[in-house]
């Protein structure tokens, strides 16, 4: 089934040692979007990528990183992690930004544990 | 910007009773609106979405929603909730006018359904 696939699930990282969440999708959607999601919080969009075209959001901390290699592929990056950046972490895709009909679709979410 | 309020944070039901979930929004114009579930364990995913046309909106697994303009409101409702409906429901508003045209979601906070047998 076509799908987006996150890795790890869990994550386990000290505070200050830089960690890689990845991302895949099998849709071959345009548009891949990274979502932090705190407890009992609402999902809030970090950044996304249109093709190859970044977006980040404006108050998105510094301390956070997007790669899209390749379609398929999306990475994010926390160079260094915070206590205050333990949260799941929501990869989405969709089919066309631009367009209105919109529907996202979402990976399983890695949950990143700072020690 | 938008904003999207969900008014419970956790509802517990037993099965069988009716279930009404609030969601209102802050935006005044053209909105597209959507609700997403998150099952235990498992990723978000879809219920039902509205774009234009009949304000009641039917989803999968017995779930509708009604857009009423009028009070911003975008409620999710099912007659009759199962314990397999235990999850998190998300609200969401798409909210557009960016630079580049692109869209992107606001969700709210979401409600925590239980459903005891």
């Known amino acids: 089934d076509a799908m987006v696939i996150q890795n790890p699930r869990y994550q386990v990282t000290q505070f200050g040692k830089p960690v890689t969440l990845s991302c895949s999708q099998t849709l071959n959607h345009n548009v891949m979007y990274w979502y932090q999601q705190k407890s009992s919080q609402a999902p809030k969009l970090l950044f996304h990528?249109?093709?190859?075209?970044?977006?980040n959001e404006a108050d998105t901390p510094d301390n956070f990183q997007s790669r899209r290699p390749n379609t398929s592929f999306c990475f994010l990056d926390i160079r260094s992690p915070g206590l205050g950046d333990a949260a799941m972490y929501l990869c989405a895709t969709s089919r066309d930004g631009l367009a209105i009909y919109n529907e996202q679709f979402f990976g399983p979410g890695t949950r990143l544990t700072v020690l | 910007a938008q904003s999207v309020s969900q008014h419970n944070h956790h509802v517990i039901l037993s099965e069988a009773a009716s279930l009404e979930l609030g969601c209102n929004y802050s935006y005044g114009g053209t909105v597209n609106l959507f609700w997403y579930v998150q099952y235990p364990g498992q990723h978000l995913q879809l219920l039902l979405k509205?774009?234009?046309?009949?304000?009641l909106v039917k989803g999968i697994k017995g779930f509708e929603a009604e857009f009423i303009k009028s009070k911003f409101s975008f409620n999710l409702r099912k007659p009759s909730v199962q314990w397999s409906d235990t999850a998190e429901y998300f609200c969401a508003v798409m909210q557009g006018g960016f630079s580049g045209g692109y869209n992107k979601l606001i969700f709210g906070a979401g409600t925590r359904l239980a459903v005891h047998p």
């Open positions: 509205y774009f234009s046309g009949d304000p």
């Open positions: 990528y249109y093709d190859k075209d970044f977006n």
